[in-house]
């Protein structure tokens, strides 16, 4: 075979394309051996935490206490109604609840012992008269029996027969009356025991109910004026001051914007390929582009759902990539990391690591 020269210049060219091709090599086998080493990075925004705070109750608005910037503590008085229409409701219902209450211990109580005693009275008197009219049922019949009673008594029998419209004889007309006088005093002696007894326990048990509304109803009043007085529901800054002194608000119509300051949540997304490097609980650095400091943070939430990458996260990755959306709690925070902001996330070598290790 004939010797094959190459050329000085094709020398060097073949020495520099191996030199690329083992330089390659090597480059893509480090990256796949020391992936699983590497830090993860992932990026996000600071979350936005927003309450509108509202009155529950319509009215006029009497004060405003903050101006948009304005720190604000929980439970700080933030804004009030007028209070005069609900104080006036209030005490209509605490006039409810005494009257009520009057009645239930009036049922319980029973009669007073004047009513007590009137009723005795309406029965002796009931007793009186049906003695009388037993005594006269006697006597006419004895008389009828007898024949003794006189054609002029007789006429007068039947004349208060007529009158009364009765078509019955005397000793008729005096049965039915000393029946009448019976009745009465049935009638009076059972109002006699009601009265000694007192009301029935239904009557009692009405009693309670009423007294039962009419505290319920108290309870809503006073709510209704608790709420009067708009409280701060957590450390924030005041973003916007929608009414002002005197304006009319409806329930529920919205008179602050609250920006809660603590806790600091960060909203990030990892990718499918990433997210056996990551678990909850895991410790983050979080880093903004205005400021060198260095946040620490904790991932708290990491969601069971795929979604597609958001137009707000920048990554490097395609936008069709599947990502997962996380929270971080972010534990130093401070007012240089406002919510909004763009941040970078950086999960430690050894943890994302250890996270691989735990999937498998």
């Given at each position: 075979?004939?010797?094959?020269r190459?050329?000085?210049?094709?020398?060097?060219?073949?020495?520099?394309a191996a030199?690329?091709v083992?330089i390659?090599?090597?480059w893509?086998?480090?990256?796949?051996?020391?992936?699983?080493?590497d830090?993860l990075n992932?990026y996000?925004?600071?979350d936005?935490r927003?309450?509108q705070?509202?009155f529950?109750?319509?009215?006029?608005v009497?004060q405003?206490?903050?101006?948009e910037?304005?720190?604000?503590?929980?439970?700080?008085?933030?804004?009030?109604?007028?209070?005069?229409?609900f104080?006036e409701?209030?005490?209509?219902?605490d006039?409810a609840?005494?009257?009520?209450q009057?009645d239930?211990d009036?049922l319980?109580?029973?009669?007073r012992?004047?009513?007590?005693?009137?009723?005795?009275?309406a029965?002796?008197?009931?007793?009186?008269?049906?003695?009388?009219?037993e005594?006269?049922?006697?006597?006419?019949?004895q008389?009828?029996?007898s024949?003794a009673?006189?054609?002029?008594?007789?006429?007068a029998a039947?004349?208060?027969?007529d009158?009364?419209?009765?078509?019955?004889k005397?000793?008729?007309?005096a049965?039915?009356?000393?029946?009448?006088?019976?009745?009465?005093?049935k009638?009076a002696?059972?109002?006699?025991s009601?009265a000694?007894?007192g009301?029935?326990?239904e009557?009692i048990a009405a009693?309670?109910?009423?007294?039962?509304a009419?505290?319920?109803?108290?309870?809503q009043a006073?709510t209704?004026?608790?709420?009067?007085?708009?409280l701060?529901?957590?450390?924030?800054?005041i973003?916007a001051?929608?009414?002002e002194?005197?304006?009319?608000?409806?329930?529920?119509?919205?008179?602050y914007?609250?920006?809660?300051d603590?806790p600091?949540?960060?909203?990030?997304y990892?990718?499918?390929p990433?997210?056996?490097?990551i678990?909850p609980g895991?410790r983050?650095?979080?880093?903004?582009?205005?400021?060198d400091?260095?946040?620490?943070?904790?991932?708290?939430?990491i969601?069971?759902?795929a979604?597609f990458?958001?137009?707000?996260?920048?990554?490097?990755?395609l936008?069709?990539?599947?990502?997962?959306r996380?929270?971080?709690v972010?534990?130093n925070?401070?007012a240089?990391l406002r919510?909004?902001?763009?941040?970078?996330?950086?999960v430690?070598a050894?943890?994302?690591?250890?996270?691989?290790?735990?999937?498998r």
């Open positions: 075979m004939k010797n094959i190459l050329s000085g210049t094709t020398k060097r060219i073949l020495i520099i030199v690329i083992i390659g090599a090597g893509l086998w480090m990256q796949r051996g020391s992936r699983d080493g830090a992932l996000g925004n600071v936005i927003e309450v705070l509202a529950r109750q319509s009215g006029r009497a405003m206490l903050f101006d910037g304005d720190h604000v503590e929980p439970g700080a008085h933030m804004a009030t109604l007028d209070a005069q229409p104080e409701a209030l005490a209509a219902a006039a609840v005494a009257v009520a009057a239930l009036k319980r109580r029973g009669l012992p004047q009513e007590i005693a009137q009723a005795q009275e029965l002796n008197q009931a007793l009186a008269v049906a003695r009388d009219t005594r006269n049922f006697d006597r006419q019949s008389l009828l029996a024949g009673a006189s054609q002029k008594t007789v006429d039947r004349t208060a027969r009158q009364a419209a009765a078509s019955q005397t000793v008729d007309a049965r039915t009356a000393r029946d009448q006088a019976a009745a009465s005093v009638a002696r059972a109002a006699h009601q000694t007894e009301f029935r326990k009557d009693g309670q109910a009423r007294l039962a009419a505290q319920a109803a108290r309870a006073a209704a004026l608790a709420d009067t007085v708009l701060a529901p957590g450390t924030g800054t973003i001051r929608v009414r002194p005197g304006s009319m608000v409806v329930s529920q119509s919205p008179v914007s609250l920006s809660l603590a600091v949540y960060v909203r990030a990892v990718g499918e990433d997210l056996g490097r678990a895991m983050v650095r979080v880093r903004s582009d205005s400021s400091k260095t946040y620490q943070g904790q991932i708290g939430f969601s069971p759902r979604e990458t958001p137009k707000t996260v920048e990554t490097t990755d936008r069709t990539d599947l990502v997962y996380l929270r971080i972010v534990t925070a401070d240089a919510q909004g902001m763009p941040v970078t996330i950086e430690e050894g943890q994302a690591t250890g996270a691989r290790a735990k999937g």
